[in-house]
């Protein structure tokens, strides 16, 4: 056979200023990422700081405008860059979920993966780019410093031009680029993961329960990379009403839709759910890796609650019978549910911060098998990324064994460990020069301790503070240092107030602020949470001066 042959080229290039990656890699507004060399400054940094003499990268998105053309500028740097092969999802689609896979499975060297996740997408959205390592979880700090010093002093890409590879059709292709064999093999996007998921659950037994009309599910797909996954998975394979996914055709622009799944923006499938037609519901964000859990009549399951009730379930799933439950973890601002599930189950948890990358040495060194995060990710030690799809698998698993409903079953874990009510305000595109005055000013206090022993009345109680800082992890593997990742004020009840900056948001800022407390109180821990939880809020809002630095009166989303 012929192999078309292609030479590569140097162009010439600048730097451009803030190509830092955030939380989980660079997230700008789509037209940022199409100006000039944008997004070829970025790959050519990822490439030159991971050594390029390797043999495989996995290559994907979400779905979102400017995918396809992101992912045919990185294949022909790749080709001219010295990378020998690529996996390709078919027409550049892959959830994130299904790259870290693609990465263990194929033992690969990375992935690059094309999403802004939750950010809104379009010509006038998001676009993003982040870069997975061997392990098939997002790139550590230390990797996405060095990307961002390359991004700083970059004078020139290498590209391949005349390379223009067919992702449309499944299939592989061989090239010859400067005299050296390039393949790129385009794959089905939901073969593999669909097999992975098929090794970690017992599908039969879900069959039985999701094919049941009296067990009617809804998923909302939020327009994003999961309706493809969903619809294989839960209608092909487990016998779902062919109705049961909706918004299930990835879109460029998502419909116009914030594929963020919560209740202000997943509001479609709440409305959905108070029907009281179904017993489960689910959305997922627009790159797979957030859910969000409902019961009958909308009932919600916060994420904190989310993973505790998988931990106490975890024997349930057939996977950790092969592994055993190594330990569970949270980041930081994550309420404590999982916490008193590890005391009773006599099991090691982890606080790390808030990035699902701070997991990943954990899971590595064998310590860790299940954690989660408030913003909605749940997931376990078979991938390196959260995982919505085996969030929900892992709820109708429980769900199938108990015969429950999700409300019973989260009552009944209220009741034998507590409640941890938990909320979250989030003020979207602030004032960035103001919102890091507003940090600066709390790092201050923190530092001076002057808010030590102060008391306030919550409530109709009297509660201390007892520490506050801003918080540092030291990672127990590597010994690695993330330091100022979240003011935190604990009280000595037990009650917390956390403030930090979203890493995620593409302009301005985002102020987080998150409020829990705990109670194991049989009369208070079925109370509605934002009344119990009010009086905290109050109290965090005026001590951190919300208003004043973002100039708002509300949150833009509570959760
Ligand atoms: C990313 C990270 C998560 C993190 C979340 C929110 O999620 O992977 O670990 O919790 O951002 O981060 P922030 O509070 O900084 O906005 P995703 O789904 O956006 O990739």
Redesign the pocket.
């Known amino acids: 056979m012929a192999f078309e042959e292609h030479r590569s080229e140097i162009v010439s290039t600048t730097p451009y200023d803030g190509q830092k990656p ?3 890699g660079l997230r700008k507004p789509v037209n940022v990422f199409m100006s000039n060399n944008y997004t070829q400054n970025f790959v050519q940094s990822i490439l030159d700081a991971i050594n390029t003499e390797n043999d495989l990268l996995i290559i994907g998105g979400d779905g979102r405008y400017y995918v396809q053309e992101a992912v045919q500028i990185i294949i022909k740097m790749c080709a001219a860059n010295g990378v020998k092969r690529l996996i390709v999802g078919q027409n550049g689609i892959f959830s994130t979920p299904a790259v870290s896979n693609l990465i263990r499975k194929h033992k690969a060297s990375g992935g690059i993966i094309l999403t802004a ?2 950010n809104p997408g379009g010509i006038n959205g998001d676009f993003g780019i982040k870069y997975n390592c061997e392990n098939g979880g ?1 790139a550590p700090e230390g990797v996405t410093n060095q990307i961002y010093e390359r991004t700083k002093n970059i004078k020139q890409y290498k590209i391949c031009p005349t390379l223009n590879v067919d992702i449309a059709n499944i299939g592989a292709n061989e090239y010859k680029v400067d005299g050296n064999t390039f393949r790129v093999e385009v794959i089905d996007s939901v073969a593999d993961y669909s097999t992975l998921m098929k090794e970690i659950f017992d599908f039969p037994k879900l069959k039985t329960y999701v094919s049941n009309p009296s067990n009617k599910i809804l998923i909302d797909a939020m327009n994003g990379v999961m309706g493809p996954y969903a619809k294989q998975i839960f209608i092909d394979e487990l016998g779902a009403a062919s109705d049961a996914v909706v918004h299930s055709t990835p879109l460029p622009d998502f419909g116009g839709e914030h594929p963020d799944p919560n209740l202000t923006y997943a509001a479609g499938l709440v409305k959905a759910m108070s029907s009281g037609d179904y017993v489960f519901g689910a959305a997922f ?1 627009g790159d797979g ?2 859910n969000m859990i409902l019961g009958h009549k909308a009932f919600f399951v916060t994420p904190s609650d989310s993973l505790a009730v998988i931990a106490a379930n975890i024997e349930l799933i057939p996977y950790f019978k092969k592994t055993g439950v190594k330990g569970f973890a949270r ?1 930081m601002p994550t309420a404590g549910a999982v916490d008193q599930v590890a005391r009773k189950l006599n099991k090691n948890v982890y606080e790390v911060p ?3 990358k701070f997991f990943g040495n954990l899971m590595d060194s064998n310590q860790l098998s299940l954690c989660g ?1 408030e ?1 909605f ?1 749940t997931g376990s030690d078979h991938i390196r990324e ?1 995982d919505g799809c085996w969030a929900v698998l892992a709820w109708l698993t429980i769900l199938a064994n108990t015969q429950l409903s999700v409300e019973e079953l989260v009552k009944n874990h209220w009741k034998t460990f507590g409640r941890n009510f938990f909320t979250r305000y989030d003020y979207e595109n602030c004032d960035a020069k103001k919102c890091d005055e507003m940090i600066a000013r709390m790092e201050k206090i923190v530092a001076d301790g002057s808010l030590l022993n102060t008391k306030y009345k919550i409530g109709n109680k009297e509660s201390v503070i007892i520490t506050n800082d801003n918080f540092e992890y030291k990672d127990p593997v590597d010994h690695s240092v993330s330091s100022r990742q979240g003011i935190r004020i604990l009280f000595d009840d037990g009650s917390r107030i956390v403030l930090r900056l ?4 593409s302009q301005g800022a ?1 102020v ?1 602020l998150y409020v829990d407390c705990y109670a194991d109180d049989i009369s208070v821990i079925e109370q509605e949470s934002s009344e119990v939880l009010k009086p905290l809020v109050d109290i965090a809002i005026d001590l951190l001066k919300i208003k004043e630095y973002t100039g708002r009166d509300k949150p833009t989303v509570i959760t």
């Open positions: 955030g939380t989980s996740s939750h997002p964000d890796d957030r980041s808030t990035g699902w995060e913003s990710g959260k979203s890493g995620t948001g985002t987080r």
